[in-house]
């Protein structure tokens, strides 16, 4: 795992494996964007982003309640929180 450079948490699931298993427990989809706000609002460490906006000020929506929830029973589901 350290030649990989991933955190325990990073090892745990995928992003492909949080979407679907949210998909198949709760009906709805969930993006990647989704997933990185959830995992940053609990301090799971992500890798530097490539795609960065152009402009510094530019937003990014916010993820629906409803989503979260979702998002953070999967992390639990597979321990990563």
Not at 11 to 37: D, M, P, R, S
Request: aromatic share 8%.
């Amino acid at each position: 795992m350290d030649e990989l450079d991933l955190t325990s948490s990073e090892a745990k699931a995928t992003y492909k494996e949080i979407e679907e298993w949210v998909q198949e427990k709760y009906g709805f989809h969930v993006t990647n964007l989704n997933i990185a706000q959830v995992k940053q609002k609990h301090g799971i460490i992500e890798r530097e982003n490539y795609n960065k906006p152009k402009s510094e000020n530019s937003r990014q929506p916010g993820c629906p309640e409803e989503k979260v929830k979702a998002i953070e029973d999967a992390l639990r589901h597979f321990q990563m929180i």
